[in-house]
Nanobody, 124 residues
Framework: QVQLVESGGGLVQAGGSLRLSCAAS????????MGWYRQAPGNQRELVAT???????NVADSVKGRFTISRDNAKNTVYLQMNSLKHEDTAVYYC??????????????????WGQGTQVTVHS
């Protein structure tokens, strides 16, 4: 089937940078949109940024100008470059793959997938 594997989270000082990666693996035929969401303790999961198959992006106002989302369609991988990090960016960041078409045991399926989450902690 399909798995999303995230990497790149960690601990950073305010003003620093991190780069998150999320690679989708499996017999993937296409992925409509890929993106990043985050959830801080006590808060609901919120959209950070998404990018569709054509490269169109949607970025939350709270991170606009600081975070950049990009995608390598050949590798089924999405990246989130996070610059000028703030304490309020501290959260678990989740990768999402929307409408993944994949081949499994002779059939084609479509599902959405989430990564396991990666912690980003920004010290002020």
């Amino acid at each position: 089937q399909v798995q999303l594997v995230e990497s790149g989270g960690g601990l950073v000082q305010a003003g620093g940078s991190l780069r998150l990666s999320c690679a989708a693996s499996g017999s993937i035929l296409s992925i409509n949109a890929m993106g990043w969401y985050r959830q801080a303790p006590g808060n609901q999961r919120e959209l950070v940024a998404t990018i569709n198959l054509g490269g169109r992006t949607n970025v939350a106002d709270s991170v606009k100008g600081r975070f950049t989302i990009s995608r390598d369609n050949a590798k089924n991988t999405v990246y989130l470059q996070m610059n000028s990090l703030k304490h309020e960016d501290t959260a678990v960041y989740y990768c999402n793959a929307d409408t993944v078409r994949y081949y499994y045991e002779g059939r084609i399926y479509e599902h959405d997938y989430w990564g396991q989450g990666t912690q980003v902690t920004v010290h002020s």
